[in-house]
């Protein structure tokens, strides 16, 4: 017959080996560290790639050339200076996705969604992305030309130093928390176009014609506009301090609790415009239309208009 204490060392003995038979087993069941598979200067021509799900892929430098990739997910992919060509990425979704110095040529990327991605330098020509979302989506530097954004919506997203150029039939543009300092915009139509929470320095733009757009809450300084169509815009709690704007339509206009400090407006016409609690101190107006114009409870100290100041006229 067996003692206590031999039946306690048996006893310990029988635990320990449990022990390590359940850790074996738990080792056993853990999923395996995930591997990364590298597709660098991977060639996809007239590839059927629908509905496919890249996770943790190294794709830089790759070629895509007339692929459909429509619905396809992409999660942690780095795509960095890809090449894009006649590409159908229609309902992709792309999450932690580096696309930095990618160039996009005559492409679809229809009702993309695109969040927490990296695309800066990246270059967009001729792509249709009606309908795509971006949300957390690095821009600087990158370029649009020729491209679709009807109904596109931009949430928290980076346009710092973007440029766009001859965007058409774009109208429902969606701006949101972003920021476009320095921005660079030459012969841009946005037509019923929403902007808020927005910071706009230093923008530049040419041929630009925003009609119908709403901005509210935004921040708008040393912006240069020349030869641009405003006309029945809607600014309030903007700030539009350092503007420079030459021969700009914006009739009709309703401004309200806008700041226009320090502006600079030549040849540029606001008949019919309404001004309310807005700030015109040490703004100058040379040649401009202030046909039927109301201005209500507005600041304009230092307001010079063809080289006479309103205030000193006024006492």
């Known amino acids: 017959m067996l003692n206590l204490r031999s039946a306690a060392l048996l006893a310990a003995v029988a635990l320990i080996a449990a022990c390590a038979a359940a850790d074996e087993v738990q080792q056993l069941q853990e999923p395996p560290d995930p591997v990364t598979l590298d597709l660098t200067r991977a060639r996809f021509t007239d590839s059927l790639l629908r509905q496919c799900h890249f996770g943790n892929v190294v794709m830089t430098e790759s070629t895509f050339q007339r692929a459909n990739l429509g619905q396809s997910i992409f999660d942690d992919v780095n795509l960095g200076a890809g090449k894009f060509s006649d590409v159908l990425m229609s309902r ?77 039939d774009s109208p429902l543009l969606s701006l949101k928390s972003c920021k476009l300092n320095r921005s660079k915009w030459y012969d841009v139509l946005l037509d019923d176009a929403s902007m808020e929470r927005v910071t706009i320095k230093g923008l530049q733009g040419s041929y630009l014609t925003v009609d119908e757009l709403s901005l509210e809450r935004s921040e708008l300084k040393d912006l240069k506009l020349r030869w641009c169509d405003l006309r029945d815009i ?23 609790n806008v700041e226009f400090d320090g502006g600079n407006f030549e040849g540029c016409d606001f008949k019919d415009s309404r001004f309310y609690r807005g700030s015109f101190e040490d703004s100058k107006f040379t040649n401009v239309d202030f046909s039927d114009v109301t201005l209500e409870n507005c600041e304009i100290d230092g307001l010079v208009i063809n080289g006479v100041r309103i205030d000193e006229l006024l006492k």
């Not at 229809?110 to 971006?134: K, P, S």
């Not at 809607?234 to 309200?256: S, T």
């Open 92 to 168: 992709c979704a792309l999450s932690d996705v580096d696309l930095d110095g990618s160039v996009i040529v005559a492409g679809s990327m229809r009702a993309l969604r695109l969040q927490a991605t990296d695309m800066q330098e990246a270059e967009l020509d001729d792509v249709d992305m009606r309908g795509a979302e971006f949300e957390n989506v690095d821009l600087q530097d990158a370029s649009f030309k020729g491209c679709n954004l009807r109904r596109a919506t931009f949430d928290d997203c980076d346009f710092t130093e973007v440029q766009l150029l001859n965007i058409q």
């Open 234 to 256: 809607e600014f309030e709690q903007v700030e539009l301090r350092g503007l420079d704007f030459e021969y700009v339509e914006a009739p009709r206009g309703r401004w309200r």
